[in-house]
């Protein structure tokens, strides 16, 4: 590894800004890189925060260790933005002697001339313009026409089976003569009712009359009296805060034995053990389905080449491809076996997971997988103790799944999800960052989720992006119908802002109510809760609250409550103040709640976040 060193001058703050080494081919796009000495892949993003000074750095590989399918590679290294919006992005070729290097002395233009003086690669620049069509050549003599081949003998024409004999036709019955039908007679005058006498034979069906001109329309009658008020919904589509779950057991710990965990670096499980494979995941001997409940996440697909063929991903986050960096979702199953055995593939020290039982996580964040070999398949034994049926539910974080293994004398069964699908819309708040625990596994929505009973809950993050900011991925609104609309929530958080601040607040607005208009067209029936500006300070930038001020108007607008992080106020969905609950960030708790770069919330500020999300939102709901 070799160290990348910069600085950002001319900034109020320059912690604000994020810098970011992303792997790209010589064109510039994105691309994967494998280093052999590491034994990994090199697939998502490398970040760093500046400091007061505006001075970052990044330890980052050596591009002659990386090898690529699209040939040599370059670095990209973008440290913020310019006025206009376009990200400022420097294309760097990292040397294998000893750093640590200045950005501007290892730079390398997507162009046939370097701009540094480091070891670098070559990338062709632009063709130039092309020249003068040189003359004809004398066309060279017609070689001699080969000699036609033998035609070959033509095939026996085959017997034409001879056609069955028809069967008799028979006889047709003589039709029944019509008779003649009488005229209708003329309608006599009602009489009185006389006694009921024996019903009569049924008589021959008169003509039909033509029917008479309709009778011109009577007056309206008078509007009826208001009815009662309706049932506000159905517990099961609407959320009411006597249907959530006792909080002081909705997240807490389970309590039973702890099971007996351990990791190997095999896919050859117990002998006689039966696996219960992915959907997808090709079947061999006794091999069946598992009959899974996925949660958090859909769209799951198997890798196109082995060993990924054996292992499955969701691919309902963008960029929406297998192992495009969604590695945060669930699964659940139940099952009456004492064993267990989990087959996943080691990606790295963020392959991570948290075992629940009966509904109880076993350890409050997200733990190692306990992997060696990056690439490798590992198999994960769980030994709970003792044989009874209980219900199993494993978080993932980056830790492609290949099924479990269970004795010849257990069995597995699907368990419903329930509490209808949360889902959130948001940036690295959501999304997790370096500051906490398991990614995105590991921040407020998996609590939250927890505390709403839902258990179906998909964080549908993206760090760095926001209304008007794409980051290295999609605005809210490029992404909200492939990721959130085409899901169907039945519960929706949107939360972001905080990439957006020093944008414009017009360009924010116009952006936020096209968002939220998408959403209230798309999912007309489903529950949102807006959330405003983040604010990791105790003093935020007027950037800040202004921000948060546009969003909430667009809230409002829209028919969406909205909870303050600045002020904790909470409105209504007409936009009215329900209460003001007191700033999230304080004085006093930032240094316990917001990590080291200043920006993003710690474990603990994530345990804290989840409680003043619930908090605020159970405000909203009908009692």
């Not at 009359?209 to 309206?220: E, M, R």
């Not at 993050?461 to 209304?467: D, L, P, Q, V």
């Not at 980051?471 to 939360?495: E, H, K, M, N, Q």
Request: hydrophobic share 35%; proline share 8%; aromatic share 8%.
């Amino acid at each position: 590894m070799a160290i990348v060193r910069g600085r950002l001058l001319d900034l109020a703050d320059p912690t604000r800004v994020q810098v970011t080494a992303q792997l790209v081919d010589l064109a510039g796009g994105r691309t994967v890189g494998y280093v052999a000495d590491e034994q990994c892949e090199i697939v998502g993003l490398d970040k760093a925060t500046p400091g007061e000074d505006g001075s970052w750095e990044i330890d980052l590989t050596p591009n002659a260790q990386i090898a690529a399918e699209a040939g040599d590679t370059a670095w990209a290294i973008t440290e913020g933005r310019a006025l206009d919006g376009t990200p400022n992005t420097a294309y760097v070729v990292v040397p294998t002697a000893a750093g640590p290097y200045w950005l501007g002395d290892i730079r390398v233009a997507l162009s046939d001339a370097p701009l540094g003086t480091g070891t670098i690669v070559y990338v062709p620049g632009p063709a130039g313009p092309q020249g003068e069509t040189g003359l004809t050549g004398a066309t060279g003599p017609a070689g001699p026409t080969g000699a036609t081949g033998d035609q070959g003998p033509q095939g026996e024409q085959g017997f034409i089976g001879a056609t069955g004999p028809q069967g008799d036709t028979g006889a047709t019955g003589p039709a029944g003569a019509t008779g003649a039908q009488g005229p209708k007679g003329d309608q006599g005058d009602v009489g009185p009712a006389g006694p009921q006498g024996v019903k009569g034979d049924t008589g021959d069906t008169g003509a039909t009359g033509a029917t008479g001109p309709a009778g011109a329309a009577g007056p309206a009658g008078a509007t009826g009296p208001k009815g009662d008020k309706g049932d506000p919904g159905d517990p099961a589509t609407l959320w009411r805060r006597r249907d959530l779950p006792d909080p002081a057991l909705a997240d807490s710990l389970y309590t039973g034995a702890a099971p007996a965990i351990s990791t190997a670096q095999t896919t050859t499980p117990t002998t006689g053990y039966i696996k219960y494979a992915p959907p997808l995941v090709a079947l061999a001997g006794t091999d069946v389905t598992g009959p899974y409940a996925y949660a958090g996440a859909g769209g799951f697909a198997i890798g196109a080449t082995s060993p990924d063929t054996n292992y499955t991903l969701p691919t309902s986050k963008y960029p929406n491809t297998y192992a495009s960096g969604q590695g945060i979702w669930s699964v659940e199953f139940g099952t009456d076996a004492q064993v267990f055995q989990l087959r996943f593939k080691y990606i790295s020290s963020s392959t991570m997971y948290r075992l629940s039982i009966d509904g109880r996580k076993v350890t409050d964040l997200m733990q190692s997988s306990g992997g060696t070999t990056a690439g490798s398949g590992h198999m994960l034994t769980v030994d709970l103790g003792g044989a009874a049926p209980r219900r199993i539910r494993l978080d993932f974080a980056t830790m492609p799944f290949g099924g479990v293994y269970l004795p010849p004398s257990a069995t597995m069964w699907r368990v419903p999800l329930q509490g209808g699908r949360l889902m959130v819309l948001g940036d690295s708040i959501s999304d997790g960052s370096a500051q906490n625990t398991g990614a995105g596994a590991g921040t407020w929505f998996a609590r939250a989720a927890r505390l709403l009973g839902a258990t179906d809950a998909w964080e549908q993050g993206r760090g760095g992006t926001g209304y008007i900011t794409p980051g290295s991925y999609a605005t809210f609104g490029d992404r909200v119908a492939a990721d959130v609309v085409a899901w169907a929530p039945t519960r929706l958080v949107i939360w972001g802002g905080y990439n957006d601040n020093t944008g414009s607040q017009s360009s924010i607005g116009a952006a936020a109510a096209s968002l939220f208009s998408a959403v209230k067209t798309g999912l007309p029936a489903c529950q949102v809760l807006v959330i405003g500006c983040w604010a990791p300070t105790a003093t935020p930038a007027g950037s800040i609250t202004n921000t948060d001020t546009t969003i909430r108007t667009q809230a409002a607008s829209a028919g969406f409550p909205f909870v303050s992080p600045i002020t904790g106020s909470v409105y209504d969905a007409t936009g009215a103040l329900i209460v003001t609950q007191g700033a999230w960030i304080t004085s006093g708790n930032a240094a316990s709640y917001v990590g080291g770069d200043n920006v993003h919330p710690t474990d603990a500020g994530h345990v804290y976040l989840s409680r003043r999300i619930v908090a605020a939102w159970r405000e909203v709901l009908a009692p």
